[in-house]
């Protein structure tokens, strides 16, 4: 079974400053990776996603993401923190022992990521 | 991009009545999509995976009798909360994948039952 741990349900960065936010998963077969990140009251949109292929990922809004196996990591950064970065971020492992989008994504319990001015 | 849609964004209605939620895949065709709730504060649970011309398959623990889904076509799937009671207030999302590594997600529907 895939499982998925997010280290820290609130993460308070300085405009400026770095962001880091941690994920580490549990899976007994190659896995694919997501980011996500939900603004209140709606959808998840895709940050960024690892898929067996280069282990540093970049994606939207400069997010980028390391795929390290030796420590089941996928830790999300960002250099520099926005404002309107402020938002909640899910890591997400595909469920299925095969990977792929078509079947079900186990997510993590979130992190609440607050941007001080 | 892939969109995904959903009608409508919040619903309120009174407890033991019955209240339909869609999920379009406006730019793309959709075997399966999957439906997820979501609680203040929460993460995303997975309710059920919906295949378009066969049955949904339910995680353990979720009604099948009280969350009907029915895939109609390649573009949309419903779902239907049964005799809503107060405790099935959410937010409920649905996933799509437009090809085979990614899944994205509606916008999300707000269910308030009275």
């Known amino acids: 079974a895939q499982s998925v741990t997010q280290l820290g349900s609130h993460v308070s960065v300085s405009e400026g400053a770095l962001v880091l936010l941690r994920c580490n998963y549990s899976?007994?077969?190659?896995?694919?990776l997501f980011w996500y990140v939900q603004y209140p009251n709606q959808g998840l949109q895709l940050l960024l996603k690892?898929?067996?292929?280069?282990?540093l990922v970049k994606g939207i809004n400069g997010f980028e993401a390391e795929f390290k196996k030796s420590e089941t990591s996928f830790h999300l950064t960002k250099p520099s923190a926005h404002m309107s970065d402020a938002a909640e971020y899910f890591c997400a492992v595909s469920g299925s022992g095969y990977g792929g989008a078509t079947n079900k994504l186990i997510f993590g319990t979130g992190t609440l990521l607050a941007v001080q001015p | 991009g892939a969109v995904v849609s959903q009608h409508p964004s919040w619903v309120i209605c009174k407890s033991g009545t019955s209240v339909k939620i869609e999920c379009r895949s406006l730019?793309?065709?959709?075997?399966?999509m999957f439906w997820y709730r979501q609680f203040p504060k929460q993460s995303l649970m997975l309710m059920a995976t919906?295949?378009?011309?066969?049955?949904?398959?339910?995680e353990q623990g979720v009604e099948k009798d009280k969350f009907l889904i029915n895939h109609a076509s390649l573009t949309l799937s419903t779902l239907t909360v049964t005799s809503a009671h107060p405790e099935d207030s959410s937010f409920y999302i649905c996933?799509?994948?437009?090809?085979?590594?990614?899944?994205?997600f509606g916008p999300g529907t707000r269910l308030t039952v009275l």
């Open positions: 690892y898929t067996s292929a280069a282990t």
């Open positions: 919906s295949n378009e011309g066969s049955k949904a398959t339910y």
């Open positions: 730019d793309f065709q959709a075997t399966t």
């Open positions: 996933s799509a994948p437009p090809g085979t590594d990614t899944q994205y």
């Open positions: 899976s007994s077969v190659p896995p694919y």
